[in-house]
């Protein structure tokens, strides 16, 4: 769910993330020049949340447009059902960085199954663009994707253009955005060991969280020694980090846990 209510606060979002992402890449040659506007019927959003409105120009036999200018970005806010509150803050700044890389990239005549010749607007070029607009938003702290292996690469970016609107709205995870996202105000963490026979759950402050805390609480709850209780292991598959993963910072412990938001998490104590 987005902490922003209204659409006037998500665009003045889009705009500042513009903003920034100009200011990160200014070799990539972001423009300032346009409106960003809220879609309304002109989308699908079963199928496309946003759209880019682009003037392009061809010169003679020329496979790549010479010239182009962008009149407009619309970003669709809401569900495609009903107005039940706007799509989650995350998938909405991802969508908005597929369009931003649309106003960068031209767009190239490519041969059809048929032979017919037709318009490319997602080439190689495009998705090059793409993962320098991402990789530049996460050192930003404007959007971090999920870690998966070469999460940059077009296959993994082509996956998360196709991204359900209504898993998006049930926890499906698209991401933090650590700049916008909503904070967790607690979390529930299930703890486990090879030296105890039960598990505990144990509901934490999200915001105060501390590995040494979490090893302090293990110890109590699981009935373990000072030497069986050094170290955090993420177990439970739910932001593709391999089984086993040990969990070295305070920040790791929390962006972890904003990974998995609505869903338990299991830590092993070893």
Not at 28 to 33: A, K, P
Not at 94 to 108: D, G, K, N, P, R
Request: aromatic share 4%; proline share 6%; charged share 20%.
């Amino acid at each position: 769910m987005s902490p922003f209510s209204q659409p006037d606060d998500i665009l003045n979002v889009l705009h500042e993330i513009r903003d920034l992402l100009c200011t990160a890449l200014p070799e990539i040659g972001l423009s300032q020049e346009y409106p960003i506007e809220e879609a309304s019927h002109e989308l699908n959003m079963a199928d496309c949340h946003g759209l880019t409105d682009i003037e392009y120009h061809w010169e003679g036999s020329n496979t790549t447009t010479s010239a182009m200018k962008v009149r407009r970005i619309a970003v669709g806010i809401y569900p495609p059902e009903v107005k039940r509150g706007p799509l989650p803050i995350e998938l909405l700044i991802q969508t908005f960085i597929h369009e931003l890389a649309h106003t960068v990239t031209h767009a190239e005549l490519i041969p059809s199954p048929s032979g017919v010749m037709v318009v490319d607007h997602h080439s190689p070029v495009f998705y090059d663009n793409y993962a320098t607009l991402l990789r530049a938003a996460e050192m930003a702290r404007i959007l971090t994707l999920p870690s998966v292996p070469n999460k940059f690469s077009k296959i993994n970016l082509q996956r998360l253009d196709k991204t359900d609107v209504a898993m998006s709205m049930t926890g499906l995870n698209i991401g933090i955005s650590p700049k916008y996202s909503r904070e967790q105000p607690t979390a529930r963490i299930e703890l486990s060991s090879p030296k105890s026979v039960q598990n505990k759950v144990v509901v934490v402050d999200v915001a105060s969280l501390s590995i040494k805390c979490l090893l302090q609480t293990a110890k109590q709850k699981l009935r373990l020694t000072a030497k069986t209780c050094r170290e955090l292991h993420y177990v439970k598959a739910g932001t593709q980090l391999g089984e086993g993963t040990v969990v070295t910072s305070d920040s790791e412990l929390r962006m972890l846990i904003r990974l998995n938001v609505g869903t338990d998490i299991t830590l092993q104590i070893r």
